[in-house]
């Protein structure tokens, strides 16, 4: 079945970084476009950076343009979310999204999530 685990969330100070992963397995990795979404409390979730299954396409919400860096190996089954300049305001459960086609279906698939959290 289709698994999506994310890791690399934690604690980091106003201005530091981290490195979102997500291991994909029990769908063609390669096929898909791949996001991350966050939700923090008492919010709605967003989207916050999508790649092409090729990775030769990203797009990034306005807030965290120029911040984050979205990327992936197919060779690893696995999508990155590169976070720099971390901000309050980021903070939010991470989670991996896959969205794709197979048999003439559409197929939608979230991880558990990883908890992000920025202060100091």
């Known amino acids: 079945q289709v698994q999506l685990v994310e890791s690399g969330g934690g604690l980091v100070q106003p201005g530091g970084s981290l490195t979102l992963s997500c291991a994909a397995s029990g769908f063609t990795f390669s096929n898909s476009p791949m996001s991350w979404y966050r939700q923090a409390p008492g919010k709605e979730r967003e989207l916050v950076a999508t790649i092409s299954s090729t990775g030769g396409s990203t797009n990034y919400a306005n807030s965290v343009k120029g911040r984050f860096t979205i990327s992936r190996d197919n060779a690893k089954n696995t999508v990155y979310l590169q976070m720099n300049s971390l901000k309050p305001e980021d903070t939010a459960v991470y989670y991996c999204?896959?969205?794709?086609?197979?048999?003439?279906?559409?197929?939608?698939?979230w991880g558990q999530g990883t908890q992000v959290t920025v202060s100091s």
């Open positions: 999204n896959a969205d794709f086609w197979r048999y003439g279906l559409r197929h939608n698939y």
